[in-house]
Structure formats: structure tokens, C-alpha cells
């Protein structure tokens, strides 16, 4: 059954994007509608009683807390000298790269520093955070894991079941294990510390339905998870038997690695996460409009500000 979507979708091209936003008042029109859909009200003190100012920088007043703000106070954006219209085209090649945006393409292609590019993907990044939540309400799921960190594609199938078998796929590599709706399409992956029996038993519990239908392959990790259960034998080169098979999940998984091997070349382990929520989480907002899902990032970006020292901190 093919689920309504992609052919239905509406982007936008690149020259459309730069009518729809010739300049900076258009942008922050356009961010203001999505930061505050209900109304302006003063980021700290949550006040309505807010009024339009001559200050610069800080275009509104609180009546009650007599504070300036302007629409980035209390967002990602706060601090950032980089104007709106920068942060809008950003979000822009984010949301339509499928394959995600390099910060060297984004250094050249807005203007900026690398540096900067670097720290403006992150925090736009951080709107996928909540999809570490996600839990998928359809009666057949698919689960896998995946490692990153090398390449194991020249490996015999008889070595990648001894590795996972014992676990031993982790072994210098960072494992991320999913489960994917097959109604839906939707993804809720993450990377987990191991892929033993325990690990994996929380991991699908937490995010699937307990009446949910499990495909998986034949990894000893899935026999503890209570779902109903049926495997494919990729150790003896069988993928797909009739509906069991795992191609969907393996499919994200292929263009996760062609997103880290190609776009960003290597991803420290600590930050590997915050991609595998990015992928998840354009992943299952496919369907919308381009539009829509500039806006959703948006909104998912308001209030979930975080300093360029905590992510120096980890970057290695
Ligand atoms: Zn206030």
C-alpha cells in the first residue's frame, strides 16, 4: 500500500525561496508568525502586554517586565548576529537536503563562516530533539541496528553474524538501533551504549505498540522483546520472505551512512546522535510541504537554545 505523500508534496525551488524572502522585514515576518502563532508575548515573563519600539536591535517593549526583546530573545537564534533571512535559508537546506548540509556548503553558499555554519546546523539540529520520544503507533514495525564508525561493507556474512552474535559489532564503532512503522513510514532511532538482549528489549518496548507485529533478522538481541516476532536469515542470504523483511529500516540506515560517509565525512560518536535525530525526524515529516516544515523546525527550534561551549566541549 502506498502511503500519500511525496507526490503530493509541495517544495520550493531556490529562486522561489528568494521571492518569498527578499529581505530581512520578510523574514522576520514570516519567523515571527511561527514563533509567536498565538500572538507576541514577552519571552520572559510571558506577558501580552507588549508594544512596538524604536530600539534597533530589540524592536519590542514589555509593559510588565519593561524589558526589550525582539523575536530571537529566547530562541537559538539569540546573540547571533547572523540576520533572520540567513537563519531562514538555512533552515531552508536543511529541511529539502535529503541527504543533509555539509557546514562547508553552507559557509559558501550564505556568506559565512565555516565556524558559523558549523554552530547554526547544530542549532537548528536541536529541533530534532524531540523525536528521541518518538513512539510508533502502528501494528507492524521493523527493527535493526546499524555501526558507525567504519566501514564493514567487505565483511563475509559469516563474520558480521559472528560480530553481532557476540555483540562485538560495537567494538570501536558507535551503534545506532531503530524501529520503523510500516503503516506510517515513521522512524525512532537512536544510539544506544550496546545491542545485548537488555538494550534492545527497552528500546523496542519503549517505542512500539505492545500489540505491534516485530520484523527483524535473526540478531539473538530481538528473542527477549515481547512482540509478537518473525525473522529473515540474512546469515544465510535470505532478506526477504513475503512481508517479513527489513528493507525499510535498512533503507534509512543506507542513507545514514551515505550522509556521513559523503556529506559530513566523519561524526565524532557524541554527536552521532543528534544526526540520527535529524534523519528521524525529516524522515517523519516528509509528507508536509517545504513550507510546513520550515516552519515546524521553527517551532521546534524556540526554547531549545544552547551554548557554543557545550558543543565545543564534545566536538572531537
Ligand atoms: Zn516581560
Known sequence: MKA?????????????????????ESARVWFESHVWPDGRDCPRCGSTRTHECSHAKSPYRCTDCRKYFSVKTGTPLAGSPISIRKWVFAIYLEATSLKGVSSLKLHRDLDITQKTAWFMLHRIREAWQHERETVLEGPVVEADEAYFGG????????????????????????????????????????VVERTDGATMREFVTKRTDPAAFMYTDEASAYLGVPRWHATVKHSRSEYVRGEVHTNGIESFWALLKRAYHGTYHHISGKHLDRYVQRFSGCNNLRDMDTIDVMGAIVRLMVGKRIKYAELVGSRN
Open 151 to 190: 566501514r564493514r561493507k567487505n565483511m563475509s556474512n559469516a563474520k558480521r553474524k559472528a560480530l553481532k552474535d557476540t555483540g562485538r559489532g560495537a567494538v570501536g564503532k558507535t551503534a545506532v538501533a531503530g524501529v520503523k512503522d510500516r503503516k506510517s513510514r515513521h522512524i525512532s532511532a537512536a
Open 4 to 24: 500519500p505523500g511525496r507526490s503530493h508534496r509541495s517544495g520550493i525551488s531556490i529562486m522561489k525561496l528568494t521571492e518569498m524572502f527578499p529581505n530581512e
